[in-house]
């Protein structure tokens, strides 16, 4: 009798440890979160004064910015995430006797920059040929805005090398975001527009001008203002940073762009110099739902209450 009493006891055992598992793994998967979050990075101080620039998270509700680290670049101009999550930006190594930009990995917990290597080009004209925004398309191949002369380029992940596409022939000059939506259509914004741009030739298709209903520039220049950089949300909502005053000197805005008319909504004020921005995913991270776990907590109830009562009557 105690043998078979034992033995009852053993699979009501494990029966509830079944039980157990099977009522974890009902628990839905946005138990299981994986925050996405935006980081934005300060260039400013023009081409004459390169600032040095810090990584943020920004805020996608507010604009509002929480340092994370200084990168040990100067002029940040872009970031942009790979397909396997890792952080890109370009600016200026402050290493670098040529003062060029160049092309840089990011650690997204600290901010600190490791540089790839240098992304010199022939559109800067007479002046430092400058890199104003990145973004990667779905096949992991990383195009970049190239200025002052207005070009599409592709950069080399590990080299940090250009290749020219060609001129964007956009009849506006200051700002130049670029993204990538979900359909690897490739959209450009500046001073006056939104555009998309052809992923061979480099050249423009206007989608519509902006038009800025609550966005107020103290400054009143040619250029101003201006979106500098642009990112998709995992939803398909179009971000940017939108810059008043010549050479980042604000103030700056987080701003939502409309793919379809190119109307700029501004969300709030941001860090003083924001020149990208490029959204991430945090690490995933269990978060309760209380809904779940109270139906865990009675299915493990009724399974213990039921084990119980089978003990008693063995």
Same mark, same amino acid.
């Given at each position: 009798?105690?043998?078979?009493?034992?033995?009852?006891?053993?699979?009501?055992?494990?029966?509830?440890?079944?039980?157990?598992?099977?009522?974890?793994?009902? #628990?839905?998967?946005?138990?299981?979160?994986?925050?996405?979050?935006?980081? @934005?990075?300060?260039?400013?101080?023009?081409?004459?004064?390169?600032?040095?620039?810090?990584?943020?998270?920004?805020?996608?509700?507010?604009?509002?910015?929480? #340092?994370?680290?200084?990168?040990?670049?100067?002029?940040?101009? @872009?970031?942009?995430?790979?397909?396997?999550?890792?952080?890109?930006?370009?600016?200026?190594?402050?290493?670098?006797?040529?003062?060029?930009?160049?092309?840089?990995?990011?650690?997204?917990?600290?901010?600190?920059?490791?540089?790839?290597?240098?992304?010199?080009?022939?559109?800067?004209?007479?002046?430092?040929?400058?890199?104003?925004?990145?973004?990667?398309?779905?096949?992991?191949? #990383?195009?970049?805005?190239?200025?002052?002369?207005?070009?599409?380029?592709?950069?080399?992940?590990?080299?940090?090398?250009?290749?020219?596409?060609?001129?964007?022939?956009?009849?506006?000059?200051?700002?130049?975001?670029?993204?990538?939506?979900?359909?690897?259509?490739?959209?450009?914004?500046?001073?006056?527009?939104?555009?998309?741009?052809?992923?061979?030739?480099?050249?423009?298709?206007?989608?519509?001008?902006?038009?800025?209903?609550?966005?107020?520039?103290?400054?009143?220049?040619?250029?101003?203002?201006?979106?500098?950089?642009?990112?998709?949300?995992?939803?398909?909502? #179009?971000?940017?940073?939108?810059?008043?005053?010549? @050479?980042?000197?604000?103030?700056?805005?987080?701003?939502?762009?409309?793919?379809?008319?190119?109307?700029?909504?501004?969300?709030?004020?941001?860090?003083?110099?924001?020149?990208?921005?490029?959204? @991430?995913?945090?690490?995933?991270?269990?978060?309760?739902?209380?809904?779940?776990?109270?139906?865990?907590?009675?299915?493990?109830?009724?399974?213990?209450?039921?084990?119980?009562?089978?003990?008693?009557?063995?």
């Amino acid at each position: 009798m105690y043998l078979i009493r034992r033995s009852r006891v053993g699979a009501w055992a494990v029966l509830l440890a079944i039980g157990c598992l099977v009522a974890l793994l009902a #628990l839905p998967m946005s138990a299981f979160a994986q925050e996405e979050v935006l980081y @934005g990075c300060n260039g400013g101080g023009g081409d004459d004064v390169p600032n040095p620039s810090n990584l943020y998270l920004i805020n996608p509700a507010t604009g509002a910015a929480t #340092l994370v680290g200084p990168m040990g670049i100067a002029s940040c101009s @872009g970031l942009a995430f790979d397909g396997s999550g890792v952080l890109y930006a370009v600016g200026r190594d402050p290493a670098n006797p040529n003062d060029r930009f160049s092309l840089f990995t990011v650690n997204p917990n600290t901010g600190a920059a490791t540089l790839i290597g240098e992304s010199h080009h022939s559109f800067g004209g007479e002046g430092v040929s400058r890199i104003s925004d990145l973004s990667f398309r779905s096949d992991n191949r #990383l195009f970049a805005y190239l200025e002052w002369e207005d070009g599409l380029g592709r950069l080399n992940k590990a080299t940090g090398a250009v290749n020219e596409l060609g001129f964007t022939n956009t009849p506006s000059c200051c700002g130049n975001g670029i993204a990538f939506d979900a359909a690897d259509t490739l959209f450009h914004a500046n001073e006056e527009q939104l555009n998309t741009l052809h992923q061979t030739t480099g050249q423009f298709t206007l989608v519509g001008l902006h038009t800025w209903p609550n966005v107020y520039c103290p400054v009143d220049e040619e250029g101003d203002p201006r979106i500098n950089a642009l990112d998709f949300n995992s939803g398909g909502t #179009l971000f940017g940073s939108l810059n008043c005053g010549r @050479g980042g000197s604000g103030p700056n805005y987080l701003v939502r762009v409309n793919t379809t008319t190119g109307k700029v909504r501004n969300i709030g004020v941001s860090v003083d110099g924001l020149d990208g921005i490029a959204f @991430g995913e945090a690490e995933a991270e269990f978060v309760p739902e209380w809904g779940s776990i109270a139906l865990l907590g009675s299915g493990l109830a009724g399974l213990a209450g039921y084990a119980s009562l089978r003990w008693r009557k063995s």
